[in-house]
């Protein structure tokens, strides 16, 4: 059972950067397409960045880009989002998953239900 772990949450001030990371179980995350979402209070959970198994390709939510970047590091079997010029509008619950059905070395999955497995979240917010 892959199980995934994020880090690297917390509170700054617009402008500030964070890095958060996704560690996970299993001798297979090479072959995992990873995401990253987030949910902030009262509003659905949405798309934030993906990144294919091979780390190839990526895609971002409009919202983000030129702002965050997806790496991934798959001998440490970790995802990484670095976050930067952060807002407050960035605050939420970000939450890392991990597509554990194959897919090929380029597709990057951007919709909830493509993804089966979740972590626990972790805590952003940005103050102004």
């Known amino acids: 059972q892959v199980q995934l772990v994020e880090s690297g949450g917390g509170s700054v001030q617009a402008g500030d950067s964070l890095r958060l990371s996704c560690a996970a179980s299993g001798r297979t995350f090479i072959r995992y397409a990873m995401g990253w979402f987030r949910q902030a209070p009262g509003k659905d959970r949405e798309f934030v960045v993906g990144?294919?198994?091979?780390?190839?390709?990526?895609s971002y939510a409009d919202s983000v880009k030129g702002r965050f970047t997806i790496s991934r590091d798959n001998a440490k079997n970790t995802v990484f989002l670095q976050m930067n010029t952060l807002k407050p509008e960035d605050t939420a619950v970000y939450y890392c998953?991990?597509?554990?059905?194959?897919?090929?070395?380029?597709?990057?999955?951007?919709?909830?239900?493509?993804?089966?497995?979740w972590g626990q979240g972790t805590q952003v917010t940005v103050s102004s």
């Open positions: 998953a991990a597509r554990l059905l194959g897919s090929s070395a380029k597709q990057v999955f951007t919709r909830e239900y493509e993804y089966g497995t």
């Open positions: 990144i294919s198994w091979s780390g190839g390709s990526t």
